[in-house]
């Protein structure tokens, strides 16, 4: 593995069994993730976006191994070693956890409401053997100055907190352990808008302080281009773009990158936007169509399109895309070219 690189996702694979009649038979599966190849340099922030549904909240939590995979593997590097942590049984995997932490969508959630902050954030450092209770104390406190919260809140329970102070509370205990790798599973969703920035720009700060290193998954587009430096767009369980964000948003060359973009609100008051609006609803991962599983919504799709599988491949440096016509939209410019 390069050195850069903290963790090399590749081949990752997730189905769920669909069991049906009165033994339970497995009759099918739902294919979560299937095949999702990619790899985060350290200190950076690569962005796993999609709609709902798309598998990518079920590639957080195989990283994390809170599922585990059913093939693939997830390459974490740490200290001068490469682990493969889809195959490490639960008790190897418990000295590693402590270097990767994850920060949940929901805040409300997330949080015991049975137990002040104090303790929820100390709770990890306890654990791991921090036992002196003063030592573990002045931690939780430099943890609060650090996400910008107040030492006397304490002793609080959850429910006294905004869901901003809350996600707070939840970056705090994810960073009780230093970890190097943060797994932010649409950490702003819930939140105001008011109160997104005020987070991101928290978790940005924090990056360039810690030298973290954040998977970001997300679906909205504008969050994104705020935080990331790579972009990975994910469609039906696969990755169907990888390009750094700048680059993505200015030229995205798979036809549901584009479409993607085409959503998001403009960033002018007043601005006129042309809308991509995709027909039919999206495929069921349970019983994908055959070849590319966007041709039925995609309005450049051929009879190849409906045939062959395209795979994620390089055509420019930096830049995948799983299109059996990216090289030919690219040229012509995705954005302009007339439906097949």
């Known amino acids: 593995m390069n050195a850069d690189v903290i963790l090399d996702v590749r081949g990752l694979r997730k189905f769920f069994p ?85 920060v949940f969508q929901d805040p409300y959630a997330s949080l015991n409401p049975r137990m002040v902050v104090g303790d929820i954030i100390g709770e990890p450092l306890l654990i791991n053997g921090m036992r002196d209770r003063t030592e573990r104390r002045a931690r939780v406190q430099e943890l609060m100055e650090l996400v910008h919260l107040p030492a006397s809140v304490m002793n609080r329970f959850p429910h006294a907190f905004s869901g901003g102070q809350r996600q707070r509370i939840g970056i705090a205990r994810a960073l009780a352990l230093n970890p190097s790798l943060v797994v932010a599973d649409e950490p702003v969703s819930a939140l105001d808008v008011s109160v997104q920035a005020q987070i991101l720009n928290l978790m940005l700060d924090l990056q360039d302080r810690l030298g973290l290193t954040y998977l970001f998954v997300a679906h909205d587009l504008s969050v994104v281009k705020h935080v990331s430096n790579r972009v990975a767009v994910m469609y039906v369980g696969r990755i169907v773009e990888v390009a750094e964000t700048e680059t993505l948003y200015a030229s995205p060359l798979h036809p549901y990158t584009e479409a993607l973009l085409s959503a998001a609100p403009a960033p002018v008051p007043g601005a006129v936007s042309s809308r991509i609006i995709l027909e039919r609803e999206i495929a069921d991962p349970a019983n994908p169509p055959p070849g590319c599983a966007f041709h039925p919504r995609c309005r450049y799709a051929t009879a190849r399109c409906r045939e062959e599988t395209p795979e994620l491949a390089e055509i420019a440096p930096g830049r995948h895309v799983a299109c059996l016509r990216a090289a030919e939209l690219s040229l012509r410019g995705i954005g302009k070219a007339p439906a097949a």
Do not use: W
């Open 18 to 102: 669909i069991r049906k009649g009165l033994l339970r038979r497995v009759v099918g599966n739902v294919r979560a993730v299937d095949r999702v190849s990619f790899f985060i340099r350290r200190g950076e922030t690569l962005a796993l976006v999609g709609e709902s549904g798309c598998g990518k909240t079920t590639v957080s939590r195989c990283i994390l191994r809170a599922l585990t995979p059913t093939e693939g593997s997830v390459l974490f590097h740490h200290d001068g070693q490469t682990v493969d942590l889809a195959k490490l049984r639960r008790r190897a995997l418990r000295p590693l956890r402590r270097h990767m932490q994850m």
